[in-house]
């Protein structure tokens, strides 16, 4: 009789185990995000905080002996979220604004009236580094209460080299001091700040020297522009990038969020890693995207927020074969913590079903910030980034919102989360 390995973790007995297999190379395109790779009766094994085994649990419980072990009878074990798009780094917050949004002001109105994304630059300058640590990992420990285990964080409400190495900072001390990995996007140009209104290019630029000291002190991986109508144009957003990309900044962008400028085609154009909202791309913009393997991180946390009555064309992209993920645009306008509360307005509102909504919260989304290799599916090798859900199969997320469905969260193998349910 061959002698059981001796590992760190076993979890059995999962009505349905996730795998989302198959997608760590590339994201799962069209009919691919139907399929979830499901376990009845499912098991892991884990050491060092990696996965070293997936299977039936009578498989898993045959081979490996675990220290400790997790029942997760009648339930469903997935991967961690991976929320590929949120401003986590911001000080104050704008519920005034909220009551003129529901009075009909717009977003556009808001910011040229010095609100948006301009007061919170003037509360986020204020505030000194320790100061947005702590509100940090407030907004972080509910993130990760909600499942999510992996978050991309974007600057922009610094807009000077002083304040935006703040924010970015920030970041670089969340990653040490709490478990949620924060993936890092210099932002720089988000909007105009005051002292540049009447000097577009002239702050472009500025975004353009910000670029080098960024980079050599490693703070951001990715740099972003928010290219729309009266804030930054496509030939503006195109110098930020490719000055970012000169200098080892991979590419995302904001792209057709509120008009059609062209963003989608940009985002192919140069070569980025992700191009998000795309409200309003065009058909010939999507399928430049498809062409070129940007993925598409769409939000309808923002644009149930806008209140445009509009949403990205899910169905579409999914059907043109566009790489899909989910973010929650986590920020002072649209204050949400939650991808599940993402999933069922991605189900509702573009008719996404609940299996392409978990995989566009899981492993495409890990591709929207290059983590696919680590983290967003449950395979031999990757990270044991694990939710255990307190419902029988995964057709209840989008399905049942407005709660938490989790039961328990591990990070790197260890849990980070467990809720008593009776």
């Known amino acids: ?74 339930k469903v074990v997935m991967p961690g979220f991976v929320d590929p798009h949120t401003h986590l780094v911001f000080a104050g917050s704008r519920e005034d604004e909220f009551e003129m949004k529901l009075q009909g002001v717009s977003y556009m109105e808001i910011l040229r009236g010095g609100g948006g994304i301009l007061k919170t630059v003037r509360e986020t300058r204020k505030a000194c580094r320790a100061e947005l640590v702590e509100s940090c990992k ?41 478990p949620v990995e924060v993936v890092s996007t210099f932002l720089g ?53 490719l000055s970012g990309k000169k200098h080892g900044l991979k590419p995302k962008l904001h792209a057709d969020e509120l008009t059609n400028l062209g963003g989608a085609e940009l985002a192919a154009e140069i070569g980025a890693v992700s191009a998000e909202h795309l409200l309003f791309s065009s058909d010939k913009g999507m399928r430049m995207l498809v062409e070129r393997g940007v993925v598409a991180v769409l939000l309808p946390g923002a644009a149930f927020s806008l209140m445009v009555g509009r949403y990205a064309e899910a ?20 204050w949400i913590e939650n991808l599940q509360t993402i999933i069922a307005l991605a189900c509702y509102q573009m008719r996404m079903t609940p299996a392409e909504a978990i995989v566009a919260t899981t492993i495409n989304a890990a591709h929207a910030i290059n983590r696919a290799k680590e983290v967003g599916s449950l395979e031999v090798g ?41």
């Open 1 to 74: 009789m061959v002698a059981k390995k001796e590992v760190d973790l076993i979890i059995q007995n999962a009505n349905d185990l996730l795998t989302i297999a198959g997608g760590s190379q590339k994201p799962l395109l069209g009919a691919q995000m139907r399929e979830l790779g499901i376990i009845k009766n499912g098991g892991l094994a884990v050491d060092n905080g990696r996965i070293v085994a997936v299977g039936k649990t009578e498989n898993i419980s045959r081979k490996f002996r675990g220290r400790e072990s997790l029942d997760a009878t009648g």
């Open 138 to 178: 407030k907004k972080l420990k509910v993130m990760l209460e909600h499942g999510t285990t992996t978050v991309e964080a974007k600057s922009g409400y610094g807009l000077s080299m002083e304040d935006e190495i703040k924010c970015l900072e920030v970041m670089k001390i969340l990653n040490e001091k709490q």
């Open 189 to 241: 140009a988000h909007a105009i700040p005051p002292e540049y209104e009447d000097n577009v290019d002239g702050y472009v630029a500025l975004v353009e020297e910000m670029i080098p000291t960024i980079a050599n002190r490693k703070l951001a991986e990715f740099c972003d522009v928010f290219c729309e109508k009266g804030v930054f144009d496509i030939e503006q957003s195109r110098k930020v990038l």
């Open 315 to 334: 169905r579409k992209m999914i059907e043109f074969n566009v790489p899909v993920a989910l973010g929650t645009d986590f920020n002072p306008s649209c």
């Open 382 to 422: 990757k990270k044991a980034d694990v939710l255990v859900l307190d419902v029988p199969n995964h057709k209840f997320l989008g399905y049942r919102y407005g709660v938490n469905l989790i039961d328990k969260v591990l990070k790197n193998g260890k849990p980070v989360v467990e809720f008593l349910n009776a």
